[in-house]
């Protein structure tokens, strides 16, 4: 019974997973990703980050993580999620549901499978999915009908092992697995001599029907699980493309070059990550967006896009961003140049009360975050941004407005900003809520990119193993870059002049060649001379920290002929 009710529930609800991302194509609710959205925000930030990291080590060694691996981890774990929760209820549904009367199986059924579909439905439209992606009247007849069908697949699936009684005069068949069990005797009709018994063909009919169920639930699989397929498909990371920003590079001039296999300096739009709250980005027109701001102002205002774009001065700064739980070495990191306006040059115009003290941003996904005003007055770097590359900002990115905080991670920059209210008092922003830290300072990182053992370079006659990567410290810049080797001395690199103050610096060591397997560790110090944190310690809360190490073997046969 265990044993059926697990594979019952399973094999329903890989198809149902299947047909509710084969709907996304046709702007359906995906209801497994909306329900995760919701858990993440209810759930301790600690719970959602160990699932969500062990899903990406899982993608990452399966090769399917994909150019988005933080939001292929998320879609991995709510589609397993909702797997999981399948299995639970198909067990329990075995165990619980005795009655063999075919209309109360299919009632009850039905019942499990309507309960499924309102609480995601009720959590769709808390979470505001419905109100975007289509009609609600469609999305609930869409989320609430999938879960009923997987209810009464359910049930069918409970009378094939446990079929009604059809021979009122004749003992009932046992249950599958229970052959063997004494039970009472009961009143039946003599057979005539030779007639198999009639439990044994109760069991063979049992067996053969649940047989048939299971191969039309298996035959939904194939056809559904192409939907499964559709989001877990790319089954490599692309190579990243070589973007040039439309302003010369400030630091064309380097004689130090980046060793082949770094990371792109200047990150693509393309390939810039992102990580956000919802599965799906908001969609704002911006033709009819507006910003208002408002609070313990004296001038409340309530801008235009074009407003924003024409009312003030613009400034242009090269940008590095990178998110709180980035892993050593991660992709979770990106360089840009960013356009907008300095948000002390709005605050100007608003005039803030002396009472105001914080800046209260909300965004269209339910985002929200807190920017201290003195610090906005103090810095012109902190701006609301519009553009990109010099062009408008992606809808995915956060269009048509997000600020740009220096020397923060991106869990306190709020995209598809909707409303700025000023407020006296502190509030815990989105992820501050869940125990992320409460400032998010950037930390000082270095990260190899790559050991070049295929551009060996030549010179005064000894091989030269070139390798590199980056370093990043927030606002902070970096003053020092060092490499060790096997355990050795810690010896400098050199470094690229960076794109500005706000960015990573690509560094390079030319290691002396040396066959065999060899570890290679980086540290960095940055611009006030302080050495980055050495001790290992996991994202959460306050971002990873340790010495990154990549190992390299080290062939005779990659040496170019002295």
Known sequence: MVLTGLASGALLSAPLAGLFVLGARASLVVAPFTVFDWFSRVLPGRLVLFGLSLALRLLRGLDLAGAEPARTAAQFVALTSLFVA???????????????????????????????????????????????????ALSAIWIVGLFVLWGFGLARLRQAVYPPEKWRDQEAPAPLGTEGIDRPDTTRVEAPEGTPAPVAQARVLSRRSFIVEMGGVVATIVVAGAGVGEVLRTRTTPALETAKAPIPFPNAGSPVKPVPGTRPEYTAVSDHYRVDINFEPPSLSGATWRLPIDGQVSNPLSLTLDQIRSGYKSQDLFVTLACISNPLGGTLIGTTLWTGVPFRDILAQVRPLPSANYAHITAADGFDEVVEIAAAEADPRIMLVYEWNREPIPEKHGYPLRIYIPDVYGMKQPKWITGITLVPDFINGYWVALGWDKTATMKTASVIDTVATDSIDIRGGRAYVPIGGIAHAGDRGISKVEVQVDGGEWQEAELRQPLSQLTWVLWRYDWPFAEGNHTFAVRATDGQGQLQETESQPSFPSAATGIYERTAEILPSITPHL
């Open 86 to 136: 399948g299995l639970v209820v198909g067990l329990l549904f075995f165990i619980l549901v005795r009655n063999r009367d075919r209309g109360r199986i299919r009632l009850y059924g039905l019942i499990v499978g309507g309960v499924g579909g309102v609480f995601a439905l009720v959590v769709t439209f808390i979470e505001g999915t419905g109100a975007h992606t289509t009609e609600n």
